[in-house]
Each structure stands twice: as structure tokens, then as C-alpha cells.
């Protein structure tokens, strides 16, 4: 399946290999949903000075994907995950900033109920290149999670910068989580970071919220509710974005 | 003292009796007796470390600290017996010192929720977005706090501004604030007395209020004024006792009554720390 974007947004579901294409200079978002079995690949080109912004909307009973983003000069990819599915998952990202100026922010929100297994990785091939990562996981009950998160910038990726951080909670009899992240730099001109985090919800955050009415489970929901929703900020589309909170808070209501 | 008015919501108190409290095996409190209705201000003045902070916490139900002896009872209900959640939905709030920052959670989300976990039927939305907004005025803060998240990258003031609204919207009956002036500049100090004073007199709260700042108890004329020494209320009096010790500090009723000030240990803050792999420049890692 072909998808040339034009200006604007759109809504689709992938259930099989797809390229994507923008126009060169053009501004569009796209919700990707991810449903029922999935095994295929996704390519993505951002042509020079393009924007896109790209929301991937996982509910599939299991998914297994390779994608795949090239970003030319001076184009902007604002790449966001949200993982409420039951079945397997194992995503394989790959993010090549080719042309000088590319940008990407890539933002994850998993929760984690079956084996996951995530690998994100920035290559910054040009100069002046900017990839920043945030990845926020769940550990819901059942389920392992490995979650690799890597930067790279290359010998040509001169005054380049690749930030990332990883931020992972997890609730009673949840189940085992890898975090690995890698920043491999081989030009000495650039900016990198890296911050990982993970432990039980906070005793303190829950009695502030309990001080104030709500109980354990209805605590706990709302900061799960809100470590999940914080990836739709990249949403433009008021209503589109309402209906995915919506459909959160379902979600969370039945796996919390 | 200045009597003030119990309107249609009845007189409530909260009745506590020889209350002794310990944190990590250390007793704190040793035995507080200390009795609150409604419409009434109590200032609870004392040096840092004696036991100011313990008493409210207590009270809220921190799980971090545990009650050896003594009871506390509101309305008659025992208190001891409840969870966190259920002190706060019988009317009991605590305005924190160090309020919690909740990174995801919006103040809209969170304020909808408290709101909705003592109501039958979720508030309407009208009605939640003009009773925020008004607050919100009251209290001068800015208009898009309903967006963001609960007290992150707020300022010391605006945290202690957003539990002042917390109070307002949630009308408890007896409200505990602790040292909810720090922070404040001298302007955000007289809004907050304000909106705290009108609180009081529109839903008739009682009110305890833990300050350092004789300003701070000008501005709110508390009706009682107590004072917390070695983990015990070793002197009552009126807001004649605030002034006296604004000038002559504690010693002299330490001395007075044969009590040992404690001196507060100052301990150094414990820091998130970050597990990762630092920046390394090497080939063959893919």
C-alpha cells in the first residue's frame, strides 16, 4: 500500500506493508491504527522541508513491524507511539536523519500486559541534525519488556544532538523490564544525553492523590492514565485527540 | 476571640486526645491533646523538628507515620480507623509544605477526580469550569493551570497557590495547612490570607494553620494560638502569644515549662538518581 500525504490530516489503519511519502514544504499528520494480528513493514520518507506528524495507535491482539523513517533536509518527524494492546508486541524503528538540518521527537507510551519487545534507534548521518526520544512504559500485570533505545551519531553528523530518556513504572505483579540505552558517538562536534528511571509508583504521589478523596486503584489509574496520554500532545486535531484520550481511559479502566 | 457564625452545614470538630506518634521507631509526638470546631483558626507556632508537621500528617493518615497511642475522632467517627482517602471524603484537608509534583497529570484530571470521589454523579462540566475558574481568580493564578500538570514546573508560590484552590473547591470541614505561606512574596501572602479568610467565613472551615510568620497570622487573626514543643501543646493562648513570640522567640517558655527544644536535623535531600549507559565513542555496538 502506497500513501502520498498532502497537506493536512488523515486517519487509517495498517494492516499491511505500507510506504508513506510527504510532499516537499507540506505540513500533515496522520493516525496510523494498529488492530487485530499485524505483521508487516512501514517506510517512511519526509521529503526536504516537509513536517509530519505521526501518531501510531497500538490495539492489535499482536503486532510484529519493521519500520523504517528517512528524513531529508530540514524536514521534522514528531513520531508518537501509544501501546494499549494485550497481544505481543516487538517493533523495530529505525530513524535515518539524512539530510542536514532533519529533526525528529519521537514519543512512546506502552502499557505493558504481554511480552513487548521495542527498538529505537536515531542515526545521524548529517550535520546539524536534532533527535530527541521519550519513551514512557507501564508494567501492567503479565509480561516482559525489553526496550532498546540508541543514538547514534555518525562521523558525518557533525554539531548533531540525540537526547533521550526513559522513564518505566511499575504496579504490583508486574513482570520483568530491560531497559538498554546506547548513545554511540563518533564525531566529537555534538550534544547528547541520556536519563533512565524505573521503580514502583511513588508512596508519596499516591498519598497526595488519596489525600485528596481518591482511593488506591483510582489513584493509580489517573497517573497511569496521565504517564500514557502525555504522547497525544503531538496531536493536533482537537477532536481526533479527544476521541484517543477517550479511548485511553477505556483501555486503562480495563487492564488497570 | 472573635466568634464566628455556624451556618447551615452544623458545627463539626475534631477531637484529639494524647496522641503519640512515631516515625521510624523515633517518637515525635508525645501526647497532644488538642480540640478544633468549626469557624475556629488555630495557629500552631513551635520550632522546626518538634512536632508541627507530625501532628498534621498524622492526622491525614501518612502512611510513614505510625500512632503508638491516643485517639483522634471527627464528628464522633474514629479517625484511626480510616484510609487517607477516606479522611478527606468525611472533610478533612491537608495543605501541604512540599505539595507533590505529578508529571502526566493535568489539574483539570486530578481536581475532576477528587471532585467526583465524593459526589454520586460526576460534576457536571459546566459546573467544574466555573467553579475552577473562580477560584482561579480568587487566587490571581494563571488561567491555564487547568492544562497543566499537577504542581510540575510550578513555582514555589504557585504550588502553595494550588493547594490553597484544592481547599476551595473540595469545602472541607476542618482544613490543616502547613506553612502554606513559604514561598510567598508579600502581595501572593495577603491574596492567599484572603482567599483562605473568605473560605473560612462562607463554609464556616476550621482551620489549623502551621507559620513561622508573625505577617502571616496578622493577616489571618487566628482565634486560638497554640505551642508545640518536644512533640507536646505546652502553651495556649491568643494571638497576644504570636506577638510575643515574634519578639522573644521560644526559650522562655521552654524554660517556663521545663521542656527541651529539640533542634531540628537538617538531612541532605535524597536526589533521583539515572541508570544508563554514558556517551561512549566506539564502532561495532549495532
Known amino acids: 500500500m502506497h500513501l502520498t500525504l498532502k497537506q493536512g490530516a488523515q486517519r487509517t489503519s495498517l494492516n499491511q506493508d505500507m510506504e508513506i511519502i510527504t510532499l516537499a514544504n507540506t505540513v500533515s499528520s496522520l493516525v496510523l491504527d494498529f488492530e487485530d494480528d499485524i505483521s508487516a513493514t512501514l517506510n517512511v520518507t519526509i521529503t526536504e522541508g516537509s513536517t509530519l506528524d505521526l501518531f501510531c495507535f497500538n490495539t492489535s491482539n499482536r503486532l510484529s513491524i519493521n519500520e523504517t523513517y528517512t528524513l531529508e533536509k530540514d524536514s521534522i518527524l514528531n513520531l508518537s507511539y501509544g501501546d494499549l494492546t494485550q497481544g505481543e508486541t516487538l517493533r523495530n524503528v529505525q530513524v535515518n536523519l539524512e539530510g542536514k538540518g532533519a529533526q525528529v521527537q519521537l514519543n512512546s507510551a506502552t502499557l505493558i500486559t504481554s511480552d513487548t519487545n521495542l527498538n529505537y534507534r536515531f542515526s545521524h548521518k548529517a550535520q546539524h541534525t536534532q533527535g530527541d526520544m521519550k519513551n514512557y512504559a507501564v508494567m501492567g500485570k503479565g509480561g516482559n519488556l525489553s526496550l532498546y533505545a540508541i543514538g547514534h551519531i555518525e562521523s558525518t553528523g557533525a554539531f548533531s544532538e540525540t537526547h533521550q530518556s526513559t522513564r518505566v513504572l511499575n504496579l504490583e505483579g508486574s513482570k520483568k523490564a530491560s531497559v538498554y540505552p546506547h548513545l554511540i558517538i563518533d564525531n566529537n562536534e555534538v550534544q547528547a544525553s541520556h536519563a533512565e528511571s524505573t521503580g514502583q509508583m511513588d508512596e508519596d504521589h499516591l498519598y497526595y492523590l488519596q489525600s485528596r478523596g481518591l482511593d488506591v486503584n483510582q489513584a493509580i489509574r489517573l497517573m497511569v492514565k496521565g504517564y500514557l496520554s502525555s504522547v497525544t500532545d503531538s496531536i493536533n486535531d482537537e477532536a481526533l485527540k479527544t476521541l484517543i484520550l477517550e479511548q485511553i481511559d477505556q483501555k486503562v479502566e480495563e487492564l488497570c | ?286
Not at chain 2, 501572602?189 to 483562605?196: D, L, S, W, Y
Not at chain 2, 496578622?218 to 493562648?237: A, N, W
Open chain 2, 1 to 286: 476571640m472573635t466568634k464566628r457564625k455556624i451556618g447551615e452545614r452544623g458545627m463539626s470538630t475534631l477531637n484529639i486526645k494524647n496522641l503519640h506518634v512515631e516515625i521510624e521507631g523515633k517518637e515525635i509526638l508525645k501526647g497532644v491533646d488538642l480540640s478544633v470546631n468549626s469557624a475556629e483558626i488555630h495557629a500552631l507556632m513551635g520550632p522546626n523538628g518538634n512536632g508541627k508537621s507530625t501532628l498534621l500528617a498524622a492526622i491525614m493518615g501518612h502512611p510513614k507515620y505510625t500512632v503508638t497511642q491516643g485517639e483522634i475522632t471527627f464528628d464522633g467517627q474514629d479517625v484511626l480507623k480510616m484510609a487517607v482517602n477516606e479522611r478527606s471524603k468525611i472533610g478533612l484537608f491537608l495543605g501541604m509544605q512540599y505539595p507533590m509534583e505529578v508529571a502526566g497529570v493535568t489539574n483539570s484530571d486530578f481536581l475532576k477526580a477528587a471532585l467526583n470521589s465524593r459526589r454520586t454523579s460526576p460534576i457536571p462540566l459546566f459546573t467544574f469550569i466555573r467553579t475552577l475558574e473562580k477560584a482561579v481568580n480568587l487566587l490571581q493564578m494563571k488561567s491555564d493551570l487547568a492544562h497543566r500538570y499537577v504542581n510540575e514546573g510550578f513555582s514555589g508560590g504557585e504550588k502553595k497557590r494550588n493547594e490553597i484552590l484544592q481547599m476551595i473547591l473540595l469545602e472541607p470541614k476542618i482544613a490543616m495547612l502547613d506553612e502554606i505561606d513559604s514561598g510567598l512574596d508579600v502581595d501572593a501572602m495577603k491574596i492567599v490570607a484572603a482567599a483562605i479568610l473568605e473560605q473560612s467565613v462562607k463554609s464556616q472551615v476550621g482551620l489549623i494553620i502551621v507559620s513561622h510568620y508573625e505577617r502571616f497570622y496578622q493577616l489571618i487573626q487566628p482565634t486560638h494560638v497554640h505551642v508545640i514543643l518536644d512533640g507536646k501543646i505546652v502553651l495556649s493562648g491568643n494571638h497576644d502569644l504570636v506577638n510575643r513570640i515574634d519578639t522573644e522567640g521560644y526559650d522562655w517558655i521552654a524554660q517556663a515549662y521545663g521542656v527541651q527544644i529539640v533542634k531540628e536535623i537538617k538531612t541532605r535531600p535524597v536526589t533521583a538518581t539515572s541508570i544508563g549507559t554514558c556517551a561512549v565513542k566506539e564502532r561495532g555496538m549495532e
